[in-house]
């Protein structure tokens, strides 16, 4: 109501009361008051009002600002967990990645013990463990033949099924060289060791190197069949190894038994082909006689563990070298072995395996070559050894590149008598460190030092082999060497030989190739 229409409501009351003149003169006479009064209502409620909007502009654009805000941390919030979300799904796809190869290369070291069965007679395999996601080729063949499919089966009852059924998987490696050198290897010998018959370098010129032929198969379920026969340069024949194999025994239990290399070391129980140089290191050539191989009985036990961790015990005959002359002796058991490997993957890109060995021999008038006529030695030997390995490759892929570092480390002790004489004790030691490196696909170059030192004896020993005429015998190797494929290999190899009274420089070409079924070897 505006206040005119108030002051003639007024007016009109005023008017019908008895007091009427008074009244009205004073409602006359306030009126101007009243509207000085009720006149600017107007105006402050407009300026109330324009308060209010200006009040609630700000609101709003606060609420913008906090909005866009909240929005902006959203989505980073949002960002950051599909991020998180891509980590882990890049990290499930690279562990999965990384569980196949493991998976792979553990079928590949299980065939290695007993290969896949054929389709016709399955047989079990013990579970198995691997260290690496992948491993390198350390000869041409033996590491990346391709396994040989099962035969296609045929009707039951029909002819070629029962004739094929238990077919054996063959496989030939052919291995020749070429040898120089300023010393007559024929002459060789390494002071205050007296070495086996083996233990001599290849002869000078072209000869055909230790050739093998494999037959190997699954006898039935539970047993699996190996035979290697190797042929040398002087045309002898000889069986490397025979020997049948557990598959099937539970709690990860597998037995040898039979001829076969022993599992102390690292390169003891590799076929000599497989070897990243030409020869053995100096510390298996005086200690092993290249290497150690016997007829016995070998048990493993594969720890059920998230890394590759097994142990392993054997007896033998003890008819080699250092052993050797002992039949009859003990039951016919001379030498007894231990040892545990263990390994894992560091990384998508390297693994490991490190290992520790123990093996104890008796002889019992074993003869050797001696400077002056033949030696004699009965006693017991003792050798402690340690090895590692190193692989790396990036992202897992040898192919292309990839990097090997190995040593091993020996420690040995020998008593009893050498040439009627006492020999209450005679320690040796020697050790050896290479490394070999694939620069590009199919080349590889790789280094090689190794030493051994025999102790001194008493001056009864002078001027015999034991004598080590105070020298730590020494050499050091270089080889580069080139794949034509998985199947063969061709090297050259230069060695400066300390290891015999006079220094030596020898030269060697090698080359070695396969066909054929070859099992995959070990890591």
């Known amino acids: ?72 941390k959203l989505q ?8 998180r979300m891509e980590e882990r799904l890049d990290a499930a796809q690279r562990a999965t990645a990384a569980a196949q190869a493991k998976a792979d290369q553990a079928q590949k070291t299980a065939q290695a013990k007993a290969p896949a069965p054929q389709a016709q007679t399955p047989a079990a395999q013990p579970p198995t463990r691997t260290v690496a996601t992948q491993t390198p080729p350390s000869s041409p063949a033996p590491q990346a033949a391709p396994e040989t499919p099962p035969p296609t089966e045929a009707p039951a009852g029909s002819t070629t099924a029962s004739a094929s059924a238990f077919n054996p998987a063959i496989g030939v490696v052919l291995d020749g060289k070429f040898m120089g050198a300023r010393r007559n290897p024929n002459s060789y010998s390494m002071p205050g060791f007296a070495l ?21 198969a699954n006898i039935d379920q539970v047993l699996f069949g190996n035979l290697t026969v190797s042929l040398d340069h002087d045309n002898e024949v000889s069986v490397e190894e025979a020997f049948i194999q557990s598959t099937a025994l539970p709690w990860g239990f597998t037995v040898r038994a039979g001829r076969f290399f022993s599992g102390i070391g690292y390169l003891n129980e590799q076929h000599a082909h497989t070897w990243d140089f030409a020869d053995a290191p100096l510390v298996y050539r005086a200690f092993l006689n290249n290497q150690y191989g016997d007829d016995g009985v070998q048990l493993r036990w594969l720890a059920p563990t998230s890394f590759f961790l097994e142990f392993g015990s054997e007896v033998f005959r003890g008819a080699s070298f250092p052993a050797g002359g002992t039949d009859g002796h003990h039951w016919g058991v001379a030498t007894w072995s231990a040892f545990v490997h263990a390994g894992d993957d560091i990384n998508e890109s390297a693994s490991y395996r490190v290992g520790l060995s123990y093996l104890q021999t008796k002889a019992t008038k074993r003869e050797t070559d001696g400077l002056n006529g033949t030696d004699v030695f009965s006693g017991t030997t003792r050798t402690l050894g340690v090895d590692g390995i190193f692989k790396w490759a990036p992202d897992g892929n040898f192919a292309d590149r990839y990097l090997k570092l190995q040593a091993e480390a020996f420690l040995q002790r020998t008593s009893g008598t050498f040439n009627d004489m006492s020999l209450p004790h005679n ?43 105070g020298r730590t015998l020494r050499r050091g190797s270089a080889m580069v060497d080139y794949s034509t494929s998985e199947f063969g290999r061709f090297r050259v190899q230069y060695n400066y030989d300390r290891s015999r009274p006079q220094p030596d420089q020898q030269l060697l070409f090698q080359y070695t190739v396969s066909f054929g079924s070859h099992g995959a070897h070990q890591y």
């Open 196 to 216: 086996g018959d083996e233990a001599k370098p290849p002869p000078r010129g072209l000869s055909v190197g230790e050739s093998e032929i494999n037959l190997q």
């Open 76 to 83: 980073q919030q949002y960002d950051e967990r599909l991020k």
């Open 427 to 469: 320690t040796a030691w020697g050790f050896y460190a290479q490394a070999v490196y694939q620069f590009m696909p199919q080349w590889r170059f790789g280094v090689r030092y190794d030493q051994v030192r025999a102790c001194s004896l008493g001056n009864e020993f002078d001027g015999t082999t034991l004598d080590n005429r």
């Open 1 to 72: 109501m505006y206040p005119y229409q108030m002051g003639r409501a007024v007016v009109a009351v005023a008017s019908s009361t008895p007091w009427r003149p008074v009244l009205a003169r004073g409602l006359i006479l306030g009126l101007p008051f009243a509207g000085l009064m009720l006149g600017p209502l107007p105006a402050r409620a407009q300026e109330d009002l324009q308060s209010i909007r200006r009040e609630m502009r700000r609101e709003m654009e606060e609420m913008q600002r906090q909005h866009e805000a909240d929005m902006k």
